[in-house]
């Protein structure tokens, strides 16, 4: 697991150098942001341990199996001191429930045991972090805006391999997350709605982190056919 710095608040942890999961540190702790894929949560909890802090929260931005795939083992390994949160309809799609029309595209596990405590919806706040809906990639993804310095944790509707790109855009560097993404038409509008947040810092679940990200997301909406419009 390779950590990096990225704020005061904030630490990225990168597994197998394509998924990304962070802590963001609160006053109690950390909230940890996705879990990566299966078999990381040794990794996880040492390097919160590094950081020292113990993880009190668990929040994901999806129900892809490359975002919640270490949850179970962390939750058996944190029992009733961690909190779980999961967006709404994801929730909802993890627990088995027909939420959309039509099958859904991307690695869902389908044996997920743990249940969220807490289902997020767009405007919750977890610790410092703000939800903001970002439907698109799956029907219930969301984002996190960290309230005291601007940070985006957008997980996977961008994605910045070779530069900040919409996920429903076609990108050969990294095709995986654009061809499990659900609703192209939806992330695009995710994508004008999160740059007119005109966040300091932009982190995601696939790549690096981008400061001043706000012309790298203006190009990448415009070549994936949206038009950004300016905060009002
Ligand atoms: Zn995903």
Same mark, same amino acid.
């Given at each position: 697991?390779?950590?990096?710095?990225?704020?005061?608040?904030?630490?990225?942890?990168?597994?197998?150098?394509?998924?990304?999961?962070?802590?963001?540190?609160? &006053? &109690?702790?950390?909230?940890?942001?996705?879990?990566?894929?299966?078999?990381?949560?040794?990794?996880?909890? !040492? @390097? /919160? %341990?590094? @950081?020292?802090?113990?993880?009190?929260?668990?929040?994901?931005?999806?129900?892809?199996? &490359? =975002?919640?795939?270490?949850?179970?083992?962390?939750? %058996?390994? +944190? *029992?009733?001191?961690?909190?779980?949160?999961? $967006?709404? +309809?994801?929730?909802?799609? +993890?627990?088995? %429930? =027909?939420?959309?029309?039509?099958? +859904? $595209?991307?690695?869902?596990?389908?044996?997920?045991?743990?249940? $969220?405590?807490?289902?997020?919806?767009?405007?919750?706040?977890? *610790?410092?972090?703000?939800?903001? /809906?970002?439907?698109?990639?799956?029907?219930?993804?969301?984002?996190?805006?960290?309230?005291?310095?601007?940070?985006?944790? !957008? *997980?996977?509707?961008?994605?910045?391999?070779?530069?900040?790109?919409?996920?429903? =855009?076609?990108?050969?560097?990294?095709?995986?997350?654009?061809?499990?993404?659900?609703?192209?038409?939806?992330?695009? @509008?995710?994508?004008?709605?999160?740059?007119?947040? &005109?966040? !300091?810092?932009?982190?995601?679940? =696939?790549?690096? /982190?981008?400061?001043?990200?706000? !012309?790298?997301?203006?190009?990448?909406?415009?070549?994936?056919?949206?038009? /950004?419009?300016?905060?009002?």
């Amino acid at each position: 697991m390779k950590t990096a710095t990225v704020t005061p608040n904030l630490t990225q942890l990168t597994r197998m150098r394509f998924v990304n999961a962070y802590l963001v540190r609160e &006053d &109690d702790g950390f909230t940890l942001v996705d879990t990566t894929t299966g078999g990381a949560a040794g990794a996880l909890l !040492a @390097a /919160a %341990e590094r @950081a020292g802090a113990p993880i009190r929260r668990i929040a994901l931005t999806h129900g892809h199996g &490359d =975002h919640a795939g270490s949850l179970d083992a962390l939750k %058996e390994r +944190l *029992g009733d001191s961690v909190e779980v949160l999961i $967006p709404e +309809l994801d929730a909802r799609i +993890l627990a088995g %429930e =027909h939420v959309v029309e039509g099958k +859904l $595209p991307g690695g869902w596990p389908k044996d997920l045991r743990t249940a $969220p405590d807490v289902r997020l919806n767009a405007g919750d706040l977890v *610790g410092s972090l703000e939800v903001v /809906a970002a439907p698109g990639h799956t029907p219930g993804h969301i984002a996190f805006l960290d309230t005291r310095d601007g940070t985006l944790i !957008a *997980g996977d509707a961008f994605t910045t391999y070779g530069g900040v790109a919409v996920t429903s =855009h076609f990108f050969l560097r990294f095709p995986l997350a654009a061809m499990a993404t659900w609703d192209r038409e939806q992330t695009v @509008a995710t994508a004008v709605a999160l740059r007119a947040l &005109d966040p !300091a810092v932009l982190v995601v679940g =696939h790549g690096p /982190a981008v400061r001043d990200p706000a !012309a790298a997301m203006d190009r990448a909406i415009a070549r994936a056919g949206g038009r /950004a419009k300016a905060r009002t």
